[in-house]
């Protein structure tokens, strides 16, 4: 797949993550980037997504209901897309088209990854019939997508230790962050506990599945309690027009996850030891 180099020194590199990468504030250096697509989508109001794969239905059916609420709020998604979880939100990150973006960020580099592979990874059966795959398609194609790597661009394979830094740059150029499950000892876990050590508003469930998330001190949220958060943060609410809302079914009250039980994910299946 064709793609871009973007350093530090670049104009180009994104702000926010100069800014909160450096030796003045989180004393990191700053990966260079790999992306195809449109980098100013990460000028948007951005919530990145991380979470643990081994999320229970009682946890799924949390986490949609906060979603409902979530969706109607316009900003730009960003996350690997390949946990249950994550798979599930990528699907509702482009409810009802109109108003919100989404950045694909992957493991792997991008002479490996292309749109179709990544998408096709997500969209697997039963998650092919969800109609927002031919949107991500679409868009695919018009070139209103970006994808991300900070990965060296042959790596084929989700390395462990790519997956974690993977996920905490992805953090890093968001404004907001939403760990809807991570168990201690899971990836997810780790990369959270330093989000918390940050400035970076992070969020979960009002939940038991989520206590270990709570201990590092972020806080949880149901459905009406994440409004005032997410207008803290500096987002409003979109108006949709009628005439684009009656053509989406999906609502608190018809949804119905595609996901039965815990299963294993193709990441998990695929990571390196190394």
């Not at 973007?6 to 590199?13: G, S, V």
Request: charged share 30%.
């Amino acid at each position: 797949m064709e793609y871009k180099v973007i350093a530090p020194n670049d104009k180009d590199y994104p702000k926010k993550l100069k800014e909160r990468l450096g030796k003045e504030h989180l004393g990191e250096e700053c990966p260079k980037l790999y992306c195809n697509g449109r980098l100013e989508l990460l000028d948007k109001f951005t919530m990145a997504v991380i979470s643990a794969d081994s999320i229970g239905g009682v946890g799924l059916m949390a986490t949609n209901q906060l979603l409902f609420t979530i969706r109607e709020y316009a900003m730009n998604y960003i996350g690997a897309w390949h946990s249950v979880m994550e798979t599930e939100i990528f699907r509702l990150g482009l409810w009802k088209k109109c108003h919100n973006t989404v950045t694909l960020f992957t493991a792997k580099g991008l002479a490996a990854e292309t749109f179709e592979s990544f998408l096709l990874d997500r969209f697997y059966p039963p998650m092919d019939k969800f109609p927002e795959r031919e949107e991500y398609f679409r868009r695919a194609e018009n070139g209103e997508l970006l994808m991300l790597s900070i990965t060296e661009p042959d790596e084929k394979k989700h390395l462990r230790q790519n997956i974690l830094k993977r996920n905490w740059i992805a953090c890093c150029l968001a404004d907001i962050v939403f760990v809807p499950y991570g168990p201690k000892g899971s990836k997810t876990y780790t990369v959270a506990k330093k989000v918390a050590k940050t400035n970076i508003p992070v969020f979960t469930l009002e939940h038991s599945e989520c206590t270990d998330l709570h201990k590092l001190g972020i806080v949880g949220y149901n459905r009406k309690s994440v409004e005032k958060f997410l207008e803290d943060a500096g987002i409003k609410k979109v108006t949709i027009p009628k005439e684009t809302a009656e053509t989406y079914i999906l609502s608190p009250e018809k949804y119905v996850s595609m996901v039965k039980e815990k299963k294993p994910t193709q990441i998990d299946l695929g990571i390196s030891k190394k």
